[in-house]
């Protein structure tokens, strides 16, 4: 059964870290990777599509990489508006899943 | 700018049904697949349902598989979703979102606000 694998769960962080998630396919996805933010209350918002494309109007702190199995988002410096939960999602074609998440929490 | 509009949820009881809405602007609707997706309280994001932009090609996930139905009207710019057999474990926002399967991919590039379904007797 495939599964997306994202840690940590929780990370604890300050403003200005450099901050790392990790998301992990049970088997290749090549790029086809995404990452969202969604802040309580609110909708998931796109950040990242194709393991490493920054979608419009995201800042440029956020970066992604990695390819086949393994992933990550990176945010550069920290900032008060990225505390939230972050989620990858696998897509090919109509195939498609999320991670369960990283809530990205102030230390 | 692009919107999109979800509407229709509330307080069914388990085995009733329910039909969302979503309404879209700011984009040309017909030129883009459109999804949906629920989460469940403390959960992630659960992907539901995908329709092309012609409305030809449809895809489902498996736990709504047979019980829920996608469907869209590109004149009103609106997407449907009908659920049926409805169960507790329904409980959760649903969402709408674009696909821009045209220009760069199979990604959820813009999402609604939401509309909250609880299932309960």
């Known amino acids: 059964d495939f599964q997306m694998t994202q840690f940590p769960s929780t990370l604890s962080a300050s403003v200005g870290d450099r901050v790392t998630i990790t998301c992990r396919a049970s088997?290749?996805?090549?790029?086809?990777l995404a990452w969202y933010q969604q802040r309580p209350g609110k909708a998931p918002k796109l950040l990242i599509y194709k393991a490493s494309s920054l979608q419009s109007g995201v800042p440029t702190r956020f970066s992604g990489s990695g390819s086949g199995t393994e992933f990550t988002l990176t945010i550069s410096s920290l900032q008060p508006d990225d505390f939230a939960t972050y989620y990858c999602?696998?897509?090919?074609?109509?195939?498609?899943?999320f991670g369960q998440g990283t809530r990205v929490e102030i230390k | 700018q692009v919107q999109l509009v979800e509407s229709g949820g509330g307080l069914v009881k388990p085995g009733g049904s329910l039909r969302l809405s979503c309404a879209a602007s700011?984009?040309?609707?017909?030129?883009?697949?459109m999804s949906w997706i629920r989460q469940a309280p403390g959960k992630g994001p659960e992907w539901l349902s995908y329709i092309s932009n012609g409305g030809d090609s449809i895809y489902y996930g498996d736990s709504v598989k047979g019980r829920f139905t996608i469907s869209r009207d590109n004149a009103k710019y609106s997407l449907y979703l009908h659920m049926d057999s409805l169960r507790a474990e329904d409980t959760a926002v649903y969402y709408c979102a674009r696909v821009p399967v045209y220009s760069s991919g199979w990604q959820l590039d813009k999402w609604g606000q939401g509309t909250r379904v609880t299932v309960s007797s």
């Open positions: 999602q696998h897509y090919n074609n109509y195939l498609t899943a």
């Open positions: 088997q290749s996805i090549s790029i086809w």
């Open positions: 700011g984009f040309t609707f017909s030129d883009y697949y």
